[in-house]
Structures are given as C-alpha cells and as structure tokens.
C-alpha cells in the first residue's frame, strides 16, 4: 500500500509540473487569509493583473511562483499615480519588497502596480 501511494504521489507531481510547462507560468502563492469577494474580481483575475504588471520585476517573479498574496482587494493608502483616482487593489510580496496591484491600466495596458521595498 505504501508503494502505491508513493507511486500516486510522484504522478502528481510529474503532472504538475507539467501543467506548468504547458501553460508557461506560475502563480503567486495565496494566504489563507486573502479574500476575495465575486464582485471584486476572483483570484484568478487578479493573478493575470501581476503577471501584467508595469513592475516587471514583479512580473517575473509572478511566473516563477516565487511571490505571495498577502491581503486581498481591499480600499485604502494612496491611487497610483496616472490611475483613475480609485485605491481598490491587493498586497503582494515578492521575495524583497511589498507591492500594491491596481485593477487599472497605464497607456501601454500594463496594470498599474506600486511598490515599496
């Protein structure tokens, strides 16, 4: 039973990664604690935003899965600059800096994205 269930296991990885492979990125983990309310967007939507993002560092690190959703859509703290004026965005962390992502775009279409280190 043990060998079975290892052999299950190594099949899901394998899958898994070739998942990945396939579609060509990753994704930021999310914390437990992140809502994410229907009307706001769902997860999903906002994981295409920061692989979108001006910051393309932060882009990056998006497709390699090394960056983590810390806090949902949520209001508050200053719109980003040339923005609609509207402060709704997530909190994302990448491996050295604390990043706001903005349901906005800049005239490029990228998503308009703050960061801090």
Known sequence: MKAY???????????TVSLFSISGYAACIVS?????????GDV?????????S???????FSDSGN??????P?????????GDGSTLHITVKDS???????????KQLKTLTTCRP
């Open 5 to 15: 269930k290892l052999k299950i296991l190594k099949l899901i990885i394998v899958l």
């Open 32 to 40: 437990e604690k992140a809502q994410f309310p229907t009307q706001q």
């Open 44 to 52: 999903n939507f906002w994981q295409k935003l920061i692989r979108n």
């Open 54 to 60: 001006e910051d393309t560092a932060l882009a990056m």
């Open 67 to 72: 960056c983590y959703i810390s806090k949902g």
């Open 74 to 82: 949520h209001f508050g703290g200053t719109p980003p600059p040339n």
């Open 96 to 106: 050295f800096r604390t990043c706001h992502i903005f349901n906005q775009k800049d």
